[in-house]
């Protein structure tokens, strides 16, 4: 029904108390880009010997047939209220645009495209841009090429009944964007008390239906943040996105928000945890990798075979790094607040149905606030390969400053028992237990040891 920006939101919360400079760090939806130059593309029509796109157009939409094939110069076109076929019924239509490009100097150059529903541009056959929603949105993409090297480009449209506006362009190295090296920015950013970056992924890439091909973040903003973290150390990094992404400058900001999706009145709600009317109590409901090659499918070389087969096993998730010891950027059930919680005093014992935990929590902070005691099970030693630890219960906690309680976990014996492939059933294969709690996988901070029969 409505959407509250972080920015509103912010100004919504702080009014004319503090001053509030806005720098916009991405282009504007209409295409803040230019077409590439056709002297750096390869022949469009060898017949005629202009340089530029090869297209071919369909009065189909799934590009079969004979189409008509043409040069283009530049992809810039508007058929709102028309189509390439003048009389044809609107989106009954099909384009392929092809150029091999060849790059002055090496670099970071970012394409850029326009399009609404069923646009897409490809490198070497490697789809880099998808549009796969409705509503007309500048996507960019960063992408190193070197010089001298030839380089494959197309770009698809398959439009469907939606009016139509497409563009294919590029902010090359030499002219970069105004935003990155922008005085006015930089200096903004020097003498500002704090400095809050708003980034992330947009539906461009988090979407059902398709998958992402790494975990960069776009659009330069990787180089952004360093350059903005390098003048200004009080820089906040506010992410919006619903799956991991790769942080190269994370040990160069002191704070980090993982804001997810937060819906209308998302802008509000960040605006009152960054200035402290709310303590921040989320956790992680997954691992952050550091690198897309620790993650099980792709260390294992499983996820872009023909048939997955699901090689890691029980070890989804979380299991996995720790099985692998492998250090995550962030693990599964991380997150901190503005106050300081301790646990001790960890104790279990057996009852008829499974094993009582209980753990004292204290909030040993300034400010109320709460914080989610996870624990988790683990058998040493079994007759099958079984994860180092597994959460089997949680419960969230809130406490006033100073104040502690003590929390009870009842855990039943179905938490203790493995799936027998063997048997075809759940087992409890007697033995040693391992019980702890903690405030995510890799912050445990309490253990205790129980046999059960």
């Not at 994860?387 to 309680?405: D, I, Q, Y």
Request: aromatic share 10%.
């Amino acid at each position: 029904l409505h959407e509250v920006t972080p920015l509103e939101g912010l100004r919504n919360r702080l009014g004319d108390k503090v001053v509030i400079d806005y720098f916009h760090g991405y282009p504007a939806r209409d295409g803040d880009f230019e077409h590439i130059e056709p002297e750096f593309l390869g022949v469009a029509d060898e017949r005629a010997g202009p340089r530029g796109w090869k297209a071919t157009y369909w009065r189909q939409r799934d590009c079969q047939g004979e189409g008509l094939s043409k040069a283009d110069v530049a992809i810039d076109f508007d058929w709102t209220s028309s189509t390439p076929f003048p009389g044809d019924a609107p989106g009954q239509y099909s384009v392929n645009w092809a150029a091999t490009l060849i790059p002055p100097q090496s670099g970071v150059y970012e394409l850029g495209l326009v399009g609404a529903r069923h646009a897409c541009f490809l490198i070497d056959g490697v789809a880099v841009i998808h549009r796969f929603d409705d509503g007309l949105e500048t996507v960019f993409k960063s992408v190193e090429l070197e010089r001298g090297r030839s380089y494959h480009f197309r770009v698809e449209l398959r439009p469907g009944r939606s009016p139509v506006r497409i563009k294919m362009g590029w902010i090359p190295p030499w002219k970069g964007r105004d935003r990155v090296g922008d005085r006015e920015l930089m200096g903004a950013v020097k003498s500002a008390d704090a400095v809050l970056f708003f980034g992330g992924l947009s539906h461009q890439y988090d979407l059902e239906g398709t998958d992402r091909r790494d975990m960069a973040l776009h659009e330069g903003q990787n180089e952004l943040i360093a350059r903005i973290a390098a003048v200004n150390p009080r820089t906040v990094v506010v992410l919006v996105s619903g799956s991991p992404v790769e942080m190269p400058w994370v040990d160069e900001v002191p704070a980090i928000v993982q804001m997810w999706y937060a819906g209308m009145e998302g802008g509000n709600a960040i605006a009152d945890v960054l200035i402290g009317n709310s303590n921040p109590s989320g956790k992680l409901p997954m691992t952050f990798p550091k690198a897309l090659k620790d993650s099980p499918a792709h260390a294992l070389g499983d996820y872009a075979a023909d048939v997955c087969r699901y090689e890691e096993g029980i070890f989804v998730g979380y299991r996995w790094f720790d099985a692998k010891r492998i250090e995550p950027l962030f693990p599964f059930g991380h997150g901190l607040s503005y106050t300081k919680f301790e646990l001790s005093v960890l104790t279990v014992e057996a009852t008829k149905a499974g094993v009582r935990a209980r753990v004292t929590i204290r909030n040993a902070g300034l400010r109320a606030g709460s914080e989610v005691i996870q624990v988790y099970v683990g058998q040493p030693v079994c007759s099958v390969e079984r994860p180092t630890r597994e959460l089997k219960e949680f419960a969230k906690v809130f406490l006033e400053p100073g104040s502690s309680t003590r929390v009870e976990f009842d855990l039943p014996r179905a938490a203790f028992a493995f799936w027998s492939d063997v048997r075809n059933a759940w087992l409890l294969e007697p033995g040693e237990f391992l019980i702890e709690a903690g405030v995510s996988s890799h912050q445990i901070l309490l253990a205790r040891t129980i046999n059960l029969d």
